[in-house]
C-alpha cells in the first residue's frame, strides 16, 4: 500500500470515528444542558423590542424561530403534563414582537396560555393581554376576537367582556354571522354547556395546530358526554316516577320505551348506570375535562 | 513529523502578522479600553451587562471573521503562488500540511484571544473598580469562543481543500449561521416524525453545535457555566474539528494538483 492510500484509509477511518464520537459527546452536552436550553435565553432578553433591533432586518424569520421554539417548549411541558409554564409568555411576547403580523402566535398562543394546567400555562388574563396586542397589530382579523371572547368566557368567566369582543368582532369586515349569534348568546346562556361546545367547535375548526385541535377534541366529547348524561338522568328519573323503582340495566328503559337503545358514550363504550339513578362514564380518563359536578346533577 | 508540522505553523502564523490581522487587536483594545468608563453614563446599573455583552461578543465574531477571511486562502492561495508545489516537492506530506495550516491559524487566533482577553479584562476592572471571583465566569466564556474557533477553523479549511476562496466563505459563514441555530434544530428533529425526522437528525448533528458554545448572556448575568459542560463542550470541539479535519485531508489527499 503506496503512502497516499494509507494516508487515505487513516483519514476515512478517523473521520467516521471521530465522528460518531462527536454525536456522543453532542447528546451528552444536550443532557447537561436540559431540553429548555434554547429557550432559556429568553431569561436574559431584556425585551423583543431589542432583539428586533439587534435581528439587523431579519425580524421576521426570527420571529419564526421563536414561535416554533414557542410551540416546542408548550409541546414539550404538555407531554410532562407539567403544572408550570414560566417562559411561554416571554416566547410569544418576543414573537410577536419581532413580527407583530403572526396572527397564529397570538390565536393558537392564546390558547396555550389560557387553560388551566396541565392542558396550558393557567395565564388567562396574560392570554387576553397576548390578544389585545394582536387586535391593536391586526384590527382586520375578526378570528382574533372570536378567540378573545373565547378566552373571557370559558377561562376568565367574564361573559360581558366575551359578549364585547364577539360583537366587535362580527363588525369586522368579512366576520362570520355567527359572530352576532355568539355575541348574543353570551348575555342570554352564561355558562351553559351547549355554548360551551358551540366555542370548542369553533377553536377545532379555526386552528392549525394539533395541540389546540387534539385539546378541542377532548373538550368536545367531553362536553357531548355531560349533555348526553344530563338527559339520561332525566330518562331514568322517569322511569322511576312510571314505575317506582330505579332501573338496573339500560334494557329496562329500552323496554319501557324510554330510549332507542343502550346509549354509549364518544369514546364508543357504554355508559355506566349507577344506583339511584345515577349515569357515568365507563372510562373518565377518555374525558379529561368532564365535569366532576356533572356525577352528582 | 512534528518539525514539519510546527515548520508549517510558524510560517502560517508569520503569514498572518505580516498580513497585519493583528492590528485589529490594537484598535479592539484601544476602543474597548477607551469606552468603559462611557458605559456608566449612557446606562444604568447596566454598564458591566453592556461591557460583557459587548466584549465578549466582539472577541467571538472578530475571531470568526478573521478564522474564516484567512482560512479561506490557506490552500488556495498556496496554489495560486504556486508555493505548494515547492513545499510539497520537499519530504511533506499533503494531511500535514493540512494539519500544519490548521494549527498555524489556531495559533493566530488564540494569540488575537488571548490579547483581546486582556484588553476585555482591563476594561471591567475599570468599570467594576476590580476583579471579582464571578469574573472568571468570563473566562469560561472566552474558552468557549476559542472552541468556536476550532470548529470555524477546521470548518472553513475543510471547503478551502477543494473550492474557491468566495465559495468557500459563503460556506463557511452559512454553517456558522446555522450553528448557531443547531440546538433548535435538534430540538425540531426530536418533535418531528417519519423521513422528516430522519433528515433533520442527520443536518442536526451534520451542522457544528456552536449554540452551547454561546455562554455569553449567562456570564453576564454571573451565571455559572457547569463543569459538565466544559468538559462536554472540550470533548465534542475536539472530535468535531479532527473529524472535519481528517475530511479535509481525505480531500485534498485525493485532489488533483498538477
Known amino acids: 500500500m ?20 462527536a454525536i456522543v459527546a453532542l447528546q451528552k452536552i444536550d443532557s447537561a444542558r436540559g431540553k429548555d436550553a434554547a429557550i432559556e435565553e429568553v431569561l436574559y432578553l431584556p425585551s423583543g423590542k431589542t432583539v428586533k433591533r439587534l435581528s439587523l432586518g431579519y425580524s421576521s424569520l426570527l420571529a419564526v424561530v421563536y414561535w416554533t421554539r414557542a410551540v416546542q417548549y408548550f409541546g414539550n411541558r404538555h407531554l410532562q403534563d407539567s403544572k408550570r409554564y414560566d417562559l411561554l409568555y416571554p416566547l410569544l411576547d418576543i414573537t410577536t414582537d419581532l413580527d407583530p403580523q403572526l396572527v397564529v402566535a397570538y390565536q ?43 378566552v373571557h368566557y370559558l377561562e376568565r368567566k367574564d361573559y360581558k367582556a366575551a359578549e364585547q369582543a364577539f360583537r366587535k368582532g362580527s363588525e369586522v369586515p368579512g366576520a362570520l354571522p355567527w359572530m352576532r349569534t355568539m355575541a348574543a348568546r353570551m348575555a342570554e346562556h352564561a355558562q351553559d354547556i351547549e355554548t360551551a361546545m358551540l366555542l370548542w367547535r369553533g377553536i377545532y375548526e379555526t386552528t392549525h395546530d394539533k395541540n389546540v385541535r387534539d385539546g378541542a377534541v377532548k373538550h368536545l366529547a367531553s362536553l357531548q358526554a355531560e349533555i348526553d348524561m344530563r338527559e339520561l338522568r332525566i330518562r331514568v328519573r322517569t322511569y322511576h316516577e312510571k314505575k317506582g323503582v330505579w332501573p338496573t340495566t339500560w334494557t329496562e328503559l329500552v323496554r319501557a320505551g324510554l330510549l332507542g337503545g343502550v346509549p354509549v358514550d364518544p369514546a364508543g363504550q357504554i355508559y355506566k348506570l349507577l344506583p339511584e339513578g345515577g349515569v357515568w362514564v365507563e372510562d373518565p380518563s377518555q374525558f379529561p375535562f368532564l365535569d366532576q359536578a356533572a356525577l352528582a346533577n | 513529523m512534528t518539525s514539519r508540522l510546527s515548520a508549517i505553523a510558524l510560517n502560517t502564523f508569520r503569514e498572518a502578522v505580516r498580513d497585519r490581522v493583528l492590528y485589529n487587536l490594537i484598535i479592539f483594545v484601544f476602543l474597548l479600553v477607551a469606552s468603559a468608563p462611557l458605559f456608566s453614563q449612557i446606562s444604568i446599573d447596566v454598564e458591566r451587562l453592556i461591557l460583557v455583552n459587548v466584549g465578549l461578543s ?15 486562502g490557506l490552500v488556495s492561495k498556496e496554489i495560486e503562488k504556486r508555493t505548494l508545489y515547492t513545499i510539497l516537492s520537499r519530504p511533506v506530506r499533503r494531511w500535514e500540511f493540512i494539519a500544519g495550516k490548521y494549527c498555524g491559524l489556531m495559533m493566530t487566533l488564540l494569540v488575537n484571544a488571548a490579547l483581546m482577553t486582556v484588553g476585555f479584562m482591563i476594561a471591567v476592572m475599570i468599570t467594576s473598580h476590580g476583579l471579582k471571583a464571578q469574573d472568571m465566569h468570563l473566562l469560561v466564556a472566552v474558552y468557549f469562543t476559542v472552541l468556536e474557533f476550532m470548529v470555524v477553523t477546521a470548518l472553513t479549511l475543510l471547503f478551502s481543500s477543494f473550492s474557491s476562496p468566495i465559495f468557500s466563505a459563503i460556506l463557511s459563514f452559512s454553517l456558522f449561521a446555522i450553528g448557531t441555530f443547531s440546538l433548535d434544530l435538534r430540538n425540531f428533529a426530536a418533535s418531528a416524525h417519519g423521513i422528516t425526522k430522519m433528515f433533520a437528525l442527520a443536518a442536526a448533528y451534520l451542522v457544528p453545535n456552536l449554540a452551547s458554545l454561546n455562554v455569553i448572556a449567562q456570564v453576564a448575568h454571573d451565571q455559572p457555566v457547569g463543569g459538565a459542560l466544559v468538559l462536554y463542550n472540550t470533548l465534542y470541539t475536539v472530535l468535531y474539528s479532527a473529524a472535519v479535519t481528517a475530511g479535509a485531508v481525505l480531500i485534498f489527499e485525493r485532489r488533483n494538483l498538477k
Open chain 1, 2 to 21: 503506496n503512502q497516499s492510500r494509507k494516508t487515505i484509509v487513516i483519514a476515512s477511518v478517523l473521520l467516521v470515528v471521530l465522528f460518531a464520537g
Open chain 1, 108 to 150: 393558537t398562543g392564546s390558547i396555550f396560555l389560557c387553560q388551566s394546567p396541565p392542558n396550558g400555562a393557567g395565564e388567562p388574563d396574560k392570554a387576553v393581554a397576548l390578544l389585545e396586542k394582536g387586535i391593536v397589530a391586526n384590527p382586520e382579523v375578526w378570528r382574533m376576537y372570536f378567540t378573545l371572547g373565547f
Open chain 2, 58 to 72: 466582539a472577541i467571538s465574531l472578530f475571531g470568526v471573521i478573521i478564522a474564516i477571511f484567512i482560512g479561506i
